[in-house]
């Protein structure tokens, strides 16, 4: 099975700061990386598909990045309404495996 | 408007089992696989099982192989999931997502509002 690792576990930012999460997969997985937010009381929402592709409506201050292993999630100015958790998950092998979550806090 | 609504949440023994569902609206259910995906109360989320847009295809993560069981029923537009041998460890809230794309470059695009299930004696 397919391991994600994300890192940092959690973050504390402050609204306007640029923020970075990484992802890294235990194997070669192309492209094949989706990112989500997921807000406490609320059904996850998916922000990037195909390591940089971003989905509809989704604000453009989120972008993604990375090919073959490592890969990032990008918050170019952070947003009150940014604090949330944030998940990779593969979509290259089944088990469709998410990372443990990284955790965005004031 | 794309809509999934789940069933109501249930308290179970351990031991027991469980069905849930996930009624779905406003897309063409045949033309999409879905997916479950739990969240553990102070964990992450979880990929448990996904099924093909024809029922054909199935498959589950193992910590829910041979416990669980995914299946569909497209004259009433809706995602099941059977659970058997519930243990504590599987109490929390579960979603039902639709699959978006194919091939692999696949991702979840709608989800349910999720299922708390407690496992509880």
């Known amino acids: 099975d397919i391991q994600m690792t994300q890192s940092p576990t959690s973050l504390a930012a ?15 997985i ?18 990037i598909y195909g390591a940089s592709s971003l989905q509809s409506g989704v ?33 290259y092998r089944t088990p ?3 990372g443990q979550g990284t955790r965005v806090e004031i | ?23 779905v609206s406003g897309f ?8 479950w995906v739990r969240q553990v109360p102070g964990k992450g ?3 448990l099982s996904g099924i093909n847009w024809s029922g054909a295809r199935t498959s589950y993560a193992d910590s829910v192989k041979g416990r669980f069981t995914i299946s569909r029923d497209d004259a009433k537009n809706s995602l099941y999931l059977e659970m058997t041998n519930l243990g504590v460890e599987d109490t929390g809230v579960y979603y039902c997502a639709r699959v978006q794309g194919a091939g692999g470059r696949e991702f979840f695009d709608y989800w349910g509002q999720g299922t708390l299930v407690t496992v509880s004696s």
């Open chain 1, 59 to 91: 604000p453009r201050r989120f972008s993604g990045g990375g090919s073959g292993t490592d890969f990032t999630l990008t918050i170019a100015s952070l947003q009150p309404e940014d604090f949330a958790t944030y998940y990779c998950q593969q979509s």
């Open chain 2, 28 to 35: 063409i259910f045949v033309d999409y696989d879905m997916t």
């Open chain 1, 14 to 28: 402050s609204v306007g700061d640029r923020v970075t999460i990484t992802c890294r997969a235990s194997q070669y």
């Open chain 2, 1 to 23: 408007e794309v809509n999934l609504t789940q069933s109501g949440g249930r308290v179970v023994r351990p031991g027991g089992s469980l069905r849930i569902s996930c009624e």
């Open chain 1, 96 to 98: 469709r495996s998410f």
């Open chain 2, 45 to 47: 989320l979880e990929w």
């Open chain 1, 30 to 47: 192309d492209t094949y990386i989706n990112w989500y937010q997921h807000k406490p009381g609320k059904a996850p929402k998916v922000l």
